[in-house]
């Protein structure tokens, strides 16, 4: 696929606008267009790499789902407690979110450390990400018939993300607040 000009690009600073970018490629399972999209975007920015990205699921449910950036790839791994492949997609999205937060800083040293310190703005930014994608996935699904599976109701998926957000780890207070303020 060409690259589109940059007279098309979204507002990096809104996820709705990102969202809708990365969402009107080709309907697919698990994101892979949305990625692929991501990675040519980031080596339009970086034109020295190419830049991959990295998608496991974990053994260990201990680990929390998380995002580590390294100067060529970043390494995205998912939970098994998001086993269902719907709610494993919608981790995936707000982990892709982490991504585009950072597209333009991806070889500043701070988003390289590991581990690093992630704003309450940027956790946010990536749920709005993450819902806006599979909205727009779950829409155009509806309209042409297909991977019931993977079709959300708006109430549905907002619910969802706030059970998501809602745990008790001291990092994840105020966002699930923030992110329902913001939709
Ligand atoms: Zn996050």
Redesign the pocket.
Known sequence: MPLKSSIDRPDWDSPEACADFFSRIDPENYLAHAIREIESIVFEFHKSHSYSVHVYKTSDADIPDKIAFYERCCVIRVNPHDTKPEIFRLCLA?ELG?LVYNIKSLQDPEVLKEPRD?PVGE?VY?WIFAYKLIKNKSDEYAELGIHKEFQWTDAKLKETILLLTDGNKEVNQGISKQFNKKL
């Open positions: 707000h982490h992630i956790e990536a």
